[in-house]
């Protein structure tokens, strides 16, 4: 198992006996880290650079700037989620649910399809809006300007719609939240106007290990960039253990904190009380970005002397 650097923390205005963070799983990403940082600065650069350019404020101003920076917001959207710089502060959606005959717990979402949604339907949008400013332009030099405004509207700005159409229609979500009794783990499925739900859970009590792993995917090159947790359980009377897999890397929580949290309940009964509390929530708050960074350089460190001994 990865070596561990723990660091613990408090929030003043909470009562909570909360668990030590953990590092199970490299928290930061400082290449990554890098392109955000400099991603951010284009952003900015895009957005300033063509009013000082044009200097009149005009609808093909707006229009060539709206291009540029949906552009750039595209991959800072990835930089920020494979940065780790994204779990630097615990998402609002991180708060108390009920959940019927199971009772009040804190909710961990994923990231959802909200983000992809929103960027198909503002591709959709700008691609439209370009054929209705641009349509009216006299043709420059050979028929080439004409021929893109044709594909951005019947090709371009269709295709995109499609998307977003299906991203609604076909909707596959797994919902993760952790109780006082147990963790519930709710898989919903929308198929057009059919909802089909698959509700588990799993008592703290019949937990018998949680396995850290990385996500097991063959395009990346690094594993540990999707953290996964394996949540073996008994099963009932005869049936042999089962496992749940929890996919830390697509939750709105820093995975190590996740990790951390369900260890400590696992392990000790007394806390598991505290998940029902209405600041629950703040168990998942994980450390500064600086001292998760910290962590990261301590056991890189020591992995390097272990290397060379």
Not at 80 to 103: D, E, H, K, T
């Amino acid at each position: 198992m990865t070596e561990r650097e723990s660091h613990s923390y408090c929030v003043a205005d909470l009562q909570l006996k909360r668990p030590e963070w953990v590092r199970t799983w490299r928290s930061v990403h400082l290449g990554w880290l890098v392109v955000f940082v400099a991603l951010t600065a284009a952003l900015a650069a895009t957005i300033v650079t063509p009013v000082l350019l044009f200097g009149t404020r005009t609808a093909e101003t707006f229009l060539f700037m709206s291009w540029l920076v949906l552009v750039v917001l595209i991959p800072l959207t990835a930089a920020v989620v494979l940065s780790g710089i994204g779990s630097a502060r615990l998402s609002s959606f991180v708060r108390p649910v009920n959940v019927a005959g199971v009772g009040q717990g804190v909710a961990v979402p994923g990231r959802g399809s909200v983000l992809y949604r929103s960027g198909t339907l503002a591709l959709a949008l700008l691609a439209g809006v370009s054929y209705f400013q641009w349509r009216g332009d006299e043709p420059v030099g050979p028929a080439r300007h004409q021929l893109r405004i044709l594909v951005m509207s019947h090709v371009g700005a269709p295709i995109f719609l499609l998307f977003f159409a299906l991203s609604v229609l076909i909707v596959n979500r797994t919902r993760i939240s952790l109780h006082p009794d147990g963790i519930v783990q709710e898989i919903y499925r929308r198929r057009a106007w059919k909802v089909f739900r698959d509700i588990t859970v799993v008592p703290w009590n019949k937990i018998i290990d949680l396995q850290p792993h990385g996500h097991s995917n063959p395009a990346m090159s690094h594993p540990h960039w999707y953290p996964t947790v394996r949540v073996v359980y008994r099963g009932e009377g005869v049936e042999p253990d089962q496992v749940l897999v929890l996919m830390a890397c697509e939750k709105k929580v820093e995975p190590n904190a996740l990790f951390a949290v369900l260890h400590w309940c696992r392990d000790n009964p007394w806390a598991r009380a505290q998940l029902g509390h209405d600041n629950a929530r703040e168990l998942l708050r994980p450390p500064s970005l600086l001292e998760r960074i910290r962590a990261d350089r301590a056991a890189s460190t020591a992995v390097e002397r272990n290397a060379v001994r």
